[in-house]
C-alpha cells in the first residue's frame, strides 16, 4: 500500500493534473460562453508545442545566450499560436453558425480538429513523427526526504495556481469579466445591455486558445516529446475535468483537473489495467451524485 | 381500412439488391467495390441507430461504438470460441444469425444501462457520460484476456456477405422507420423538442428515453456484430470514441432526425473517404506534386466543414424521402 | 488519315506493352493517424527498395516495380478495405504490409482468399502467418525477443530481480513483455513488478514509482522508442539507475534526442547494428538519410527488408503469378540489412538477433544471439 | 420618434410576422396589443435587433436602422426590456445594473441612474448584494426595468412587464411605467394585459396573426366594439 499513497504519488498526481489544469482552464472559459464542445481545444494545445518547438530553435540560433529572453519568447510564441489559431478557428468555423443548432457547430468543431492534426502531419517540415522536445529551462530534481521532484513540475503546478486566480479575478472582478458571464447567461439580455456579444467571444477564444497554447509548452517541457496527435488524449481528459468541476466554473475545472491527476496516478498504481478507466468512472459517479459537476452552479430549468 | 400496397422502400431495395448482384456476378463491379457498399450498409445501420438516439429522441450520445464492440465480441465469441462454427456445416448460418442477434440483446442490455443516466443528464453532460461509458466498455475488452485483450478477438470466421449485410440493414431501415412513424415515434420527437412539455401531456419519457437507446444498441449490436465477421477479428481500438464521432458525422451531414439522410450519408462519406485515395492519387499524378495518402484526411475534413458551413441542416435537413415514408393509403 | 490511325495503333501497343511490363505491387502501412510515423517509415523503406530494384532494370525480364501504397490509418476496417482494393482494383501481384498485427490480421485472409503472396514487415502477432501460406513476415515474432531480452538480462547482466513496464493496448509491447517474464522466471530470476500503462500515455510516474518500491535490478521496457525516451527519464528522476532492456522499437534516431542521457544503460534487442561493416547495412544506412534526410530507425528498416524479400521472390519465380511467389518465397535464402533470412515452417523468419547498448548517445554493438 | 413600415420576420419557413407598420410619436406611450403567436414579441425583438427582419424598414429619430446589431442600437438609444426579464441569474443585482451602463464608458454616470433606478424601485435597492437568480418575479421585474433605465434609452419598449405578477404588483409596475414616460422617456409597450396597457396609453395597434390591423388613438381602440369582444373579454 506504501507505494500506492505514497507522498511521490501525490507529487506524481499533482504533476499530471497541473497538465489537465492548464489546458481545462481555457476549455471551460470557451465552454462557459458558448456552450460548445470544443474538440478543437486539444489541437490548440497542440500548436502551442509546435510554435514554441519552432521558436526555440529560431532563437537558439540567433541569440548566442539563449536562457530568459529564449523562454520568454516561447512562451509568447505558444500563447500566440493557440489563441490566434482559436480566434481563427471560431470566426471562420463557429460564428457563421452561431444561431444554429448548436451541434452542426460540434461537426465543424471536430472538422477543425481533424484538419489541424491531419494538416499538421501531412505537411512536409512537420509530419507526423515524434519530435524531441527540448530543455527550454535546465531540469533539475528536488529530492524531498524519499520523494523526487523536478523544478518543471513546481513550475506547472505554479503556472497552473497563477493563471487559475489571475482568471477568477478577470471574470469576477473586471467589468470585461463581468460582460463575459453576461454573455455566457444570457446572450439576448447581454445584447441588450449594449455588448458586443461576438467581440466577448472572440475575446475567450483568445485567452483560452492561449492558456491551451501555454499548457502545450509545459506538456513539451514536462513530458518532451510532441506529435501532431498529442492533443487529443489531454483534450478529452481536460474537457472531463471542466465538465467533473462544474463547467464554465474556473476554480472547478481546476478541481476537477487535480481530482483526474490524483485518482488516475492512485489508480494506476493499484492495478494499471483500471488506470484507463477510472476517470471516466469518476467522471459518471459524480455526474449521477450531481449532475452540474462539483461546483457548477444549479440553474434550474424554469418553464 | 388501409389497401394492401407493395411498399416503396421494399420495392427499391430489392431492385438495388438485384441490381448490385448482378453487376458483381458478371464482373462489372469488383470485389472493392462491393466492399465498400457491404461497409456503407454496416455504417448505414449505425448512422440509422444512432439517429433513434441522438436525432429522433434528442439524448446526444458519444459512446455508439460501445454497443457495437459489445456486439462485436459477444457474437464473435460465441462464434470463434463456444460454438467453434465450421462455416461449411449445414447448421452455420443459423448459429451465426443466432450469434448475431444475441450480440444485439446484449448491446440492448447495455444500452438500457446506459439509458438510465439520460434520465438525469441532459446534452452534453449526457453526451460525455455517455462517451465514458463507451471508453470504460472499450477498456474493459482490452483487458480481458479470455477474448484476446489488446491482441484482439481473433480467428472469427468470416461470414458476413452482401445478402446478409444488406438483410441486416433493410430491417434495421424498416423497423425504425415503423417506430418512427408510430405514436412511439411521435413520443419521442416530442422529448426532442421539448422534454418538460411532453412529460406534461403525459408521455411516459422515461420509458421513450430507455426505449431509444435499447433499440438503437440492439442495432448498433448487430452492426458490430456483421463488422467483425466481416473483417474475422475484433479490436478494442475500433471501438473508440473516434469512431463513434464518425457515426455522429454522418447523423449530421445527413440531417439529424432524417433516416434518409443518415442512409445518404453513410454511404457519401464511405464512398468519399475511399474517392479521395484515387482523387489524391490522381492529382499528384498528374500535377506532380509529392502528395501521398496523408492528405487524403486534410481534404476529408476540409469537406466537412464546408458541409456544415453551407449546408448546415445537413443533406436532407429533417425531411424524409418518399421512399422511407410510409404510403397513407387513399 | 491511315497513316495516323496507325501512328495511333501502334502508340497505344506500345503503352499497353509498357503498361504490361509494369509488376504492380501493394504497400499498406498506416501514414496517417496516431501511428503515422510509423507509416511513413514503412512507406518510405518500402519506396527506397523499389527505387534501388528498378535503377537496377526491374524485378525480372526489365520489368520494372510500381509500388502502389495505400494507408490503413491503424484500423482494422481499413486495412480490410485497402487489403481489397489493392487486389481487386490495382490488380497487384503482392503486397508488403502492414505495420500493426490488428491490421494485417484483418488484411492477411483477404489476400490469402485471393492467393496474392504478402510479406509483413513488423506484425509480431503469432497468428498473423498462420492465416495461411501466402502470409510471411520479415520481424521476429514475440516470443523471440522476449526470451532473448530475458536471457540477456539473466546471464549477461547478472539480474536477478526484473520489473517490466508496457503498453496495455498495445499486442507487440504486451507480448514482448509476457514472454521476457515466462523466460525470466524459467531462468529462475524473480519478476518483482509487470505493470502496464494506458496506450498514448505521458506520464508513467504511478506505475514507475510503484516498480522502483520492488528493488528491482534490470527494467524491461519493450515499448516504442517514443515512450521508452520518457519512461526513461522519468525512471532516472525517480532515481532508479539500473540498466533497462527493451526490443527493436527502440531502434530510432530519436530515441537519443527524447531520452537523453537517461537512456545510457539501455539494452535492446534489434535485427542488426547500424554500424556492421557490410556493405548492404551502409549502403541501406547512406542511401536512407541522402532520401528522407534521416536516420532508418527499425520499421524503416524492416519495411525495406520485407520489399527486398518480396522483389527477390518475385524475380526468382520470375511471374506474377501468385502460387510461383509463394513457392519461391518459401526458398528464401537472401542476405538483407537485418541479416541472413530464412523462412521456417510457419513462414516466420530464422534470422539472428544483436543486442544494442546504447553508450554516450550511440547504438554500440554489443553481442549476437542466434535463434 | 420610431416608425415601423412593413416590417417582415420568418423562422425558417415560419414567418412570425408578415406585414407590421406602426409609429410611435416622441413623448408618448404606444401599445401593441394581439393574441398570442399574434407577432407582438417578434416585432419588439427586430426592433431591438435581436432578429433579422426579412423585409420591411425601422426608422428610428428620422434613421435607418433596420437590421442594425443589437447592441449597436443601445447607444442610440433603444431600450428594450425582453419578454422573461432575462435577468443575469448568477451576478448580483448591482451587477446587473452596472452592466447595463456597458456602453456609457461613465462610472459617474453609471452610479448617477442607479441611484435613479434605486429611487423608483427602493425594493431593488434593498435587493442590490443578492443574485439576480434569487429575486422574486415581481423584483427581477423591477431590475429588468432598472437595467433598461441605466442604458438610458429614448425609447423603451416593454414586453409583456404586467407577466406573471400578483395584481398588487401589475398596478405598481404600470403605475411606474407612467412615471417613467412623464420623465421624458418614449415607451412601446407589448400587453396581453390589453386593459391595463390601453389605459395608459397614448395610441394602440391591434396585431393579429403578423399583420397591424385597427390602429388609432387608445380610448377609440378600447372603445371599439371588436376589440372588445376580443381583447378586453367585454
Known amino acids: 500500500m506504501g507505494s500506492i499513497f505514497s507522498i511521490q504519488q501525490v507529487i506524481n498526481g499533482l504533476q499530471v493534473g497541473s497538465i489537465y489544469a492548464l489546458i481545462a482552464l481555457g476549455y471551460t472559459m470557451v465552454y462557459g460562453i458558448v456552450r460548445l464542445i470544443n474538440f478543437a481545444h486539444g489541437d490548440f494545445f497542440m500548436l502551442g508545442a509546435y510554435a514554441a518547438y519552432g521558436t526555440f530553435f529560431v532563437f537558439n540560433a540567433l541569440i548566442v545566450s539563449k536562457s530568459g529572453v529564449t523562454a520568454f519568447f516561447v512562451l509568447l510564441a505558444s500563447m500566440a499560436a493557440g489563441g490566434i489559431i482559436a480566434l481563427l478557428t471560431n470566426q471562420l468555423a463557429y460564428r457563421p453558425l452561431r444561431y444554429k443548432p448548436k451541434l452542426s457547430s460540434l461537426i465543424t468543431a471536430i472538422g477543425v480538429s481533424m484538419f489541424l492534426e491531419y494538416f499538421l502531419s501531412a505537411l512536409p517540415m512537420v509530419g507526423p513523427s515524434y519530435r524531441p522536445f527540448p530543455d527550454v529551462i535546465p531540469r533539475v530534481n528536488i529530492k524531498i526526504g524519499t520523494a523526487t521532484i523536478s523544478n518543471i513540475v513546481i513550475i506547472d503546478i505554479l503556472v497552473a495556481a497563477v493563471l487559475m486566480v489571475g482568471l477568477t479575478l478577470l471574470v469576477k472582478k473586471t467589468a470585461l469579466g463581468k460582460a463575459m458571464r453576461a454573455v455566457s447567461q444570457d446572450k439576448d439580455a447581454a445584447r441588450l445591455m449594449g455588448i458586443d456579444i461576438e467581440k466577448g467571444i472572440a475575446f475567450t477564444f483568445l485567452i483560452g486558445g492561449a492558456f491551451a497554447g501555454a499548457a502545450g509548452l509545459l506538456a513539451g517541457m514536462t513530458y518532451p516529446r510532441i506529435f501532431p496527435y498529442m492533443g487529443i488524449q489531454p483534450g478529452l481528459k481536460a474537457f472531463i475535468a471542466a465538465v467533473l468541476g462544474g463547467i464554465g466554473n474556473i476554480p472547478g475545472a481546476v478541481l476537477g483537473a487535480y481530482i483526474m491527476g490524483l485518482a488516475e496516478t492512485f489508480a494506476s498504481a493499484y492495478n494499471s489495467l483500471i488506470g484507463e478507466g477510472i476517470a471516466f468512472a469518476i467522471l459518471i459517479v459524480v455526474l449521477l451524485v450531481r449532475p452540474t459537476g462539483l461546483l457548477g452552479e444549479k440553474t434550474a430549468d424554469k418553464i | 381500412m388501409k389497401k394492401f400496397r407493395l411498399p416503396r422502400l421494399l420495392i427499391v431495395s430489392a431492385v438495388l439488391f438485384v441490381v448490385i448482384q448482378i453487376l458483381h456476378s458478371r464482373e462489372i463491379m469488383n470485389g472493392y467495390i462491393l466492399h465498400i457498399i457491404n461497409q456503407s450498409l454496416i455504417y448505414v445501420i449505425l448512422a440509422v441507430s444512432l439517429n433513434l438516439i441522438n436525432g429522433i429522441t434528442g439524448q446526444f450520445s458519444l459512446g455508439h461504438m460501445g454497443f457495437a464492440a459489445v456486439g462485436a465480441y459477444v457474437s464473435g465469441t460465441l462464434t470463434s470460441l463456444v460454438f467453434k462454427i465450421n462455416p461449411s456445416s449445414p447448421n452455420a448460418m443459423p448459429l451465426f444469425i443466432l450469434a448475431i442477434v444475441a450480440g444485439g440483446l446484449a448491446a440492448a442490455v447495455i444500452g438500457i444501462l446506459i439509458g438510465f443516466p439520460s434520465l438525469r443528464l441532459k446534452g452534453d453532460y449526457l453526451a460525455i457520460v455517455t462517451l465514458g461509458f463507451g471508453e470504460i466498455i472499450r477498456t474493459v475488452f482490452n483487458n480481458i484476456d479470455y477474448v484476446g485483450g489488446p491482441r484482439g478477438l481473433l480467428g472469427i470466421p468470416k461470414f458476413s456477405n452482401f445478402p446478409i449485410i444488406f438483410a441486416a440493414a433493410f430491417i434495421t431501415l424498416v423497423v425504425v422507420r415503423n417506430l418512427i412513424q408510430s405514436s412511439h415515434g411521435r413520443a419521442m420527437l416530442s422529448i426532442r423538442e421539448n422534454e418538460l412539455a411532453a412529460e406534461l401531456v403525459g408521455i411516459d419519457t422515461t420509458h421513450y428515453k430507455v426505449m431509444a437507446f435499447s433499440i438503437g444498441a440492439f442495432f448498433a449490436g448487430i452492426a458490430g456484430g456483421l463488422l467483425a465477421h466481416l473483417l474475422t477479428l475484433a479490436h478494442p481500438t475500433q471501438y473508440g470514441f473516434i469512431k463513434s464521432v464518425e457515426i455522429l458525422i454522418m447523423i449530421y451531414a445527413g440531417g439529424v432526425g432524417s433516416i434518409t439522410g443518415s442512409t445518404i450519408a453513410a454511404f457519401a462519406l464511405t464512398f468519399l473517404s475511399e474517392g479521395l485515395r484515387i482523387g489524391i492519387r490522381a492529382i499528384a499524378d498528374t500535377t506532380g506534386l509529392p502528395i501521398g495518402g496523408e492528405w487524403r484526411m486534410v481534404v476529408y475534413a476540409l469537406l466537412l466543414i464546408f458541409i456544415m458551413l453551407f449546408r448546415t441542416e445537413g443533406l436532407m435537413g429533417n425531411k424524409e424521402s418518399r421512399i422511407i415514408t410510409i404510403e397513407e393509403a387513399d | ?371 | 420618434m420610431l416608425e415601423v413600415k412593413n416590417l417582415k420576420v420568418s423562422y425558417g419557413k415560419i414567418e412570425a410576422i408578415k406585414d407590421v407598420s406602426f409609429e410611435v410619436p416622441d413623448g408618448k406611450i404606444v401599445t401593441l396589443i394581439g393574441a398570442n403567436g399574434a407577432g407582438k414579441t417578434t416585432t419588439l425583438r427586430a426592433i431591438s435587433g435581436l432578429e433579422k427582419s426579412a423585409g420591411g424598414s425601422v426608422f428610428f429619430d428620422g434613421k435607418d436602422v433596420t437590421n442594425l446589431e443589437a447592441h449597436k442600437l443601445v447607444p442610440l438609444g433603444i431600450s428594450h426590456v425582453p419578454e422573461g426579464r432575462k435577468i443575469f441569474p448568477t451576478l448580483t443585482v448591482r451587477e446587473n445594473l452596472e452592466l447595463a451602463g456597458w456602453t456609457l464608458r461613465n462610472k459617474k454616470l453609471i452610479k448617477e441612474r442607479m441611484e435613479e433606478v434605486f429611487e423608483i424601485f427602493p425594493r431593488v435597492k434593498e435587493r442590490a448584494d443578492q443574485l439576480g437568480g434569487t429575486l422574486s418575479g415581481g423584483e427581477q421585474q423591477m431590475l429588468a426595468v432598472g437595467r433598461a433605465l441605466v442604458t438610458g434609452g429614448k425609447l423603451l419598449l416593454l414586453d409583456e412587464p404586467s407577466m406573471g405578477l400578483a395584481p398588487v404588483l401589475v398596478d405598481e409596475i404600470f403605475t411606474q411605467i407612467v412615471a417613467i414616460n412623464k420623465r421624458g422617456t418614449t415607451i412601446l409597450l407589448v400587453e396581453q394585459n390589453a386593459a391595463e396597457a390601453l389605459d395608459i396609453a397614448d395610441f394602440a395597434y391591434v396585431l393579429e396573426v403578423g399583420y397591424s390591423t385597427l390602429h388609432g388613438p387608445a380610448k377609440d381602440i378600447a372603445n371599439d366594439p371588436r376589440v372588445r369582444e376580443a381583447y378586453l373579454g367585454v
Open chain 3, 1 to 371: 488519315m491511315r497513316k495516323v490511325a496507325f501512328v495511333l495503333a501502334l502508340a497505344i501497343l506500345a503503352t499497353s506493352l509498357v503498361a504490361a511490363q509494369e509488376i504492380r505491387v501493394g504497400g499498406v502501412g498506416p501514414v496517417t493517424g496516431e501511428a503515422a510515423t510509423f507509416g511513413i517509415s514503412t512507406k518510405n523503406g518500402i519506396m527506397l527498395a523499389a527505387e534501388e530494384w528498378n535503377a537496377r532494370g526491374g524485378l525480372f525480364n526489365n520489368r520494372r516495380v510500381r509500388i502502389i501504397f495505400e494507408d490503413d490509418k491503424g484500423d482494422p476496417a481499413e486495412g480490410a478495405t485497402v487489403y481489397t482494393k489493392l487486389i481487386q482494383q490495382d490488380n497487384v501481384v503482392a503486397i508488403i504490409g502492414t505495420v500493426m498485427s490488428k491490421v494485417t490480421l484483418a488484411g492477411a485472409p483477404i489476400a490469402q482468399a485471393n492467393g496474392i503472396p504478402m510479406i509483413s514487415p513488423t506484425s509480431t502477432n503469432e497468428r498473423v502467418t498462420l492465416v495461411g501460406d501466402y502470409i510471411y513476415r520479415a520481424c521476429f515474432i514475440d516470443p523471440f525477443q522476449g526470451t532473448v531480452g530475458a536471457n540477456f538480462a539473466f546471464n549477461e547482466l547478472k539480474a536477478r530481480n526484473a520489473a517490466t513496464l508496457f503498453d496495455i493496448g498495445n499486442d507487440y509491447t504486451k507480448g514482448l513483455a509476457e514472454n521476457f517474464r515466462a523466460q525470466f522466471l524459467k531462468l529462475g530470476g524473480k519478476v518483482v513488478a509487470f505493470e502496464g500503462h494506458p496506450a498514448g500515455a505521458t506520464d508513467f510516474k504511478a506505475q514507475l514509482t510503484k516498480i522502483l518500491a520492488n528493488k528491482p535490478d534490470v527494467l524491461y521496457v519493450p515499448n516504442y522508442y517514443n515512450d521508452v525516451g520518457l519512461i526513461a527519464k522519468q525512471a532516472r528522476e525517480l532515481g532508479f539507475n539500473g540498466p533497462m532492456v527493451g526490443g527493436d522499437g527502440w531502434d530510432s534516431p530519436d530515441l537519443v534526442k527524447i531520452g537523453g542521457k537517461a537512456v545510457e544503460n539501455g539494452f535492446f534487442t534489434n535485427h542488426y547494428a547500424a554500424a556492421d561493416p557490410r556493405p548492404i547495412v551502409q549502403e541501406f544506412v547512406k542511401k536512407y538519410k541522402a532520401k528522407f534526410g534521416a536516420e532508418p530507425d527499425a520499421l524503416a528498416t524492416l519495411a525495406y527488408d520485407a520489399a527486398y524479400i518480396m522483389f527477390d521472390a518475385i524475380r526468382r519465380a520470375g511471374s506474377t503469378r501468385g502460387s510461383a511467389i509463394r513457392d519461391a518465397l518459401k526458398t528464401t535464402n537472401l542476405d538483407v540489412v537485418s541479416g541472413k533470412v530464412t523462412f521456417d515452417s510457419n513462414r516466420n523468419p530464422i534470422k539472428s538477433a544483436v543486442i544494442i547498448e546504447m553508450k554516450n548517445g550511440q547504438q554500440v554493438y554489443r553481442s549476437t544471439v542466434n535463434p
